[in-house]
């Protein structure tokens, strides 16, 4: 395998910024997300290559919450829904950009 095709696992800036904002939402007005919504953002923030399944998660997480996007305050920098929070925890639409990508390009991989 040539370097050009290995395909990285680590969260790109953006997906860590937006995890790093809701978890300072979460803290700041005490709603939005799971304990494993609260995790997820820790290790992306912390930018360490993630698991295939992980990323598989990731889609799965980001499908069943599209809903979440038509709630009130979803947004709201100001007074964010706990569906916003919890969304940005995931990495928010770049975290969805991008676990969609990878899953598309790593297919059915076996975590490593």
Do not use: C
Not at 29 to 41: Q, S, V
């Amino acid at each position: 395998m040539e370097p050009h095709d290995l395909i990285s696992l680590v969260p790109p800036q953006p997906v860590a910024d937006n995890a790093a904002k809701g978890l300072a939402f979460r803290a700041k007005f005490k709603r939005g997300g799971t304990e494993i919504g609260y995790g997820r953002a820790q290790e992306l923030v912390a930018r360490r290559a993630l698991q295939p399944s992980v990323i598989k998660r990731m889609v799965s997480y980001f499908a069943r919450h599209e809903v979440d996007k038509r709630a009130k305050n979803f947004g709201n920098e100001e007074n964010p829904s706990a569906g916003y929070i919890a969304w940005l925890l995931w990495g928010g639409d770049e975290g969805r950009a991008w676990a969609l990508d990878l899953k598309t390009r790593i297919g059915n991989a076996p975590d490593i």
